[in-house]
């Protein structure tokens, strides 16, 4: 994942300095919903034999952003911090398992890694929240009509959190009736 984001990061660095642009791709790429201004006509398609139909999502857009330009700044900004937060799971998640042995089965520095788990979910959704805010701002300022917002999953991450911490408090639980053991025999 670190060698993925260093040439990510690269890549994002040459847009930048103008190396390495070709029509097909040039800037930032994010999903948008548009509302308001833009008049929509929707098409059916039925499949041969007529059991299924399909039509396109209406006011989706794919959004190309100029990587010199304010709102290109803020998304390499925004894709490094996400990266850095997924670099950040896998990397307590690598030293979970590597912690992790069939002797001592409850550590304490597993537990706290555990709840540093859960809190790096939950503030991968606190930091979408805050990019979407962000971004729709600063996209207003580009396109007044329509008006386009940021396409955005939250909450994935609260769940994801929630449920670590919950297996957190458990094997708290765990560790504390370790410890009783420990001193009864």
């Known amino acids: 994942m670190l060698f993925i984001m260093i ?3 690269a890549a994002c660095l040459s847009r930048f300095a103008g190396k ?4 097909d791709n040039l800037g930032f790429s994010k999903e948008v919903m548009g509302r308001g201004g833009v008049d929509f006509q929707v098409v059916t398609n039925y499949s041969t034999d007529s059991l299924l139909r399909y039509s396109p999502v209406l006011g989706r857009y794919d959004l190309i952003i100029e990587p010199n330009s304010p709102l290109g700044f ?5 894709m490094i911090v996400m990266f850095g937060i997924g670099i950040s799971i896998l990397w307590l998640f690598k030293k979970i398992f590597d912690e992790a042995n069939v002797k001592d ?4 520095s597993i537990y706290k890694k ?3 788990l859960a809190l790096l979910f939950v503030l991968s959704d606190l930091f979408r929240i805050i990019d979407y805010l962000v971004f729709n701002k600063l996209l207003s ?3 007044s009509l329509p008006k386009f ?3 955005v999953d939250v909450g994935n991450g609260l769940i994801t959190g929630i449920i670590i911490y ?3 408090t458990i094997y708290q639980r765990g560790l504390s009736i370790q410890e009783e053991n420990s001193f009864t025999v």
């Open 141 to 143: 300022r580009s396109i």
């Open 166 to 168: 919950a297996i957190a």
């Open 74 to 78: 803020y998304s390499f900004f925004s």
């Open 20 to 23: 390495n642009i070709t029509s």
């Open 7 to 9: 040439i990510v990061t």
């Open 105 to 108: 089965i409850f550590q304490e």
């Open 149 to 151: 917002e940021l396409f």
């Open 114 to 116: 555990l709840v540093l």
